[in-house]
């Protein structure tokens, strides 16, 4: 089974970084401010929830 980074990395399009929030939580806020939360067209195109909420796993996104 992939876990989450896979899965959230093979999201990711040329030229961007896409981390999830259990790593957003943990980077220096200074670093936060260059990320924004990645907002997904549809539903199939991400589909992970939080296994504690059941909301929508939350990833963010620095393009360059």
Do not use: C
């Not at 959230?8 to 957003?24: N, R, S, T």
């Not at 936060?32 to 929830?49: M, R, V």
Request: charge should be positive; hydrophobic fraction near 30%; proline fraction near 5%.
């Amino acid at each position: 089974a992939m876990n989450i980074a896979a899965k959230i990395q093979g999201k990711a399009k040329p030229q961007e970084i896409l981390i999830g929030e259990d790593v957003f939580t943990k980077i220096h806020p200074s670093v936060q401010k260059e990320f924004t939360k990645k907002i997904w067209n549809n539903d199939s195109e991400w589909k992970y929830h939080n296994r504690e909420t059941g909301e929508l796993y939350p990833v963010y996104s620095n393009s360059n």
